[in-house]
């Protein structure tokens, strides 16, 4: 989970954030929330399955959303799996954040994973950024 270092420099930007482990939660009222972001490292090049179904069964219609990915080798397909679920919900898409994960899988746990040490401390601070301007 490196993309949750992300998160924790986000909410020590903004404590007002609510996160949520959609592996603890599986339901959960986002209609409050005026903008809703989902983040997850890549599997299989998309999100992880656990927070795609979350999106699927909790995102409300015409939210606006912004998406974070870590990834051993990023690349923005990605994040289709994710935005489909809120095209699907007329959902407005305010932004996507990309970096550089640790991986570990398949072959890649044979060497001990890729990109070690990622995200770094630019990246992270990058993540704010991208937080801050949306």
């Known amino acids: 989970m490196q993309f949750k270092k992300l ?4 909410k020590a930007y903004d404590p007002d954030v609510v996160l949520i482990d959609v592996t603890d939660k599986h339901e959960f009222n986002l209609l409050e929330f005026d903008r809703i972001g989902f983040a997850s490292g890549s599997y299989f090049s998309k999100f992880a399955e656990q927070l795609l179904t979350f999106a699927k069964v909790n995102l409300p219609s015409q939210k606006d959303v912004f998406f974070i990915c870590t990834a051993g080798n990023p690349l923005d397909l990605y994040f289709n799996s994710i935005a489909k679920i809120a095209e699907a919900k007329y959902c407005n898409e305010l932004g996507r954040y990309l970096c550089k994960g640790f991986g570990t899988y398949g072959p890649f746990r044979l060497v001990g ?3 070690k040490g990622h995200p770094d401390a630019d990246e992270i601070s990058d993540a704010v950024e991208f937080y801050k301007n949306l």
């Open 7 to 10: 998160l924790d420099a986000i």
């Open 113 to 115: 994973g890729i990109q």
